[in-house]
């Protein structure tokens, strides 16, 4: 059955970028996107104002998409009080950029909050309550990171966002020790109680390393897995094509291309992640509109592809992350043990097997006076007698 495009047909007499940004800027409403999108921003509403959510999936799966979805929404749901208070905002994002010299800058991040908060005179920030400590030095220098701090925390207050966002989160852990990744998640705990807002980390499963510090951490964080489509499964299968049928009927070409005969070769080379595949078929787009070609070709997708080793190596940090996810019966068992709840199941076992075997145990019908079969003796009274039997 051909496909019918789900793009104005005057795309096509538009130029190559345009026909380009249109692909790039659609986005599918996948089950899987939506089910994250659901629970997170629940878990926004429904946590203390102090909580951390961790956003964890493999790379490429959207969870840049899953932010800005949720930032779309909280922003309509507080449209009509924001209205009202030209001073609020509905959330402030940010992104962790990676460090260059191998620990991760507060500093950076805490200025780039401030720019998102469209805060003034950035570079002149002041901690009043140190300089009442201890009066400042009249040559001005640059902001420190607890001034840049003492700036964020005060942004916050006034601008009351529901939640701050912190994407590609999993460079905070890019420490020295792992005393100091303990230290570094103390900065957003403390920066969240005090400020009394809640922070969403998103990141790839490298972010795990932050789960279950300590217990208070553990008690206050949130966990939320955006996983990709799992071929074995009949129903995630299903999906998985019907994300690429509906990627085929966004593609700007003269003819569409049919992409789910090919949804092996797609699930192949993306694993899964529905942004993995559309970064692939970006590519394989741009290409085909250089080329003046009528519409995307196997050989097409196969150069654009990822490499098999790429795909492996991505594979191995899934597959570890989704184990470390996973709640197993081993794991619940030792739990279980751990808080001496073994011995009084298994008493209670013993006892549910007693009662059990009892009430299996076969019960024979006998009238009143009836006697209980027992053996008789056998020979004359006077010889057992004489015998001591």
Known sequence: MALSPGFPRSLLEGPRSARLAHFRSYTVAHPLL????????????????????????????????????????????????????????????????????????????????????DEPLIEYKRDLRAELAQPPSPVRSRPTTAQYRYAVEQALHFRRPVAVMIDEAQHLAKTASGRRLLDQLD??????????????????????????????????????????????????????????????????????????????????????????????????????????????????????????????????????GELQLKDSDDARRRLREKLGLTSHENSRELRDGARCAASLKPRTQRRPGERHPVRDVVGQPEILHATGL
Not at 66 to 78: A, K, P, S, V
Not at 197 to 209: E, W
Request: hydrophobic share 40%; glycine share 4%.
């Open 187 to 320: 900065v957003i705990k403390s920066l969240a109680s005090q400020t009394r807002t809640v922070h969403v980390l998103f990141g790839t499963y490298d972010l795990l390393a932050f789960r279950n510090l300590n217990g208070q951490l553990s008690r206050r964080s949130i966990d939320i897995h955006f996983a990709r489509y799992h071929a074995e499964s009949a129903g995630e299968r299903q999906a998985f094509i019907s994300v690429v049928r509906s990627f085929a009927r966004q593609l700007p070409l003269p003819v569409l291309p049919d992409l789910v005969s090919e949804w092996e070769f797609l699930y192949e080379r993306s694993l899964g992640c529905v942004g993995v595949l559309k970064q692939w078929l970006a590519r394989s787009l741009s290409a085909t509109l250089r080329s003046g070609e009528a519409t995307i070709t196997r050989q097409s997708l196969e150069r654009h592809a990822l490499s098999v080793s790429q795909v492996e190596k991505i594979l191995c940090e899934v597959n570890e």
């Open 34 to 117: 939506v089910e994250a999108k659901e629970k997170l921003t629940a878990a926004i509403w429904d946590s203390e104002p102090n909580s951390l959510i961790f956003v964890v999936g493999p790379t490429g799966v959207g969870k840049t998409t899953l932010r800005i979805r949720t930032e779309q929404i909280l922003t309509d749901e507080l449209r009509a009080e924001l209205e009202k208070d030209r001073e609020r905002i509905a959330v402030v994002s940010v992104e962790a950029m990676a460090p260059e010299s191998g620990s991760f800058s507060w500093r950076d991040l805490f200025k780039r909050l401030l720019q998102r908060l």
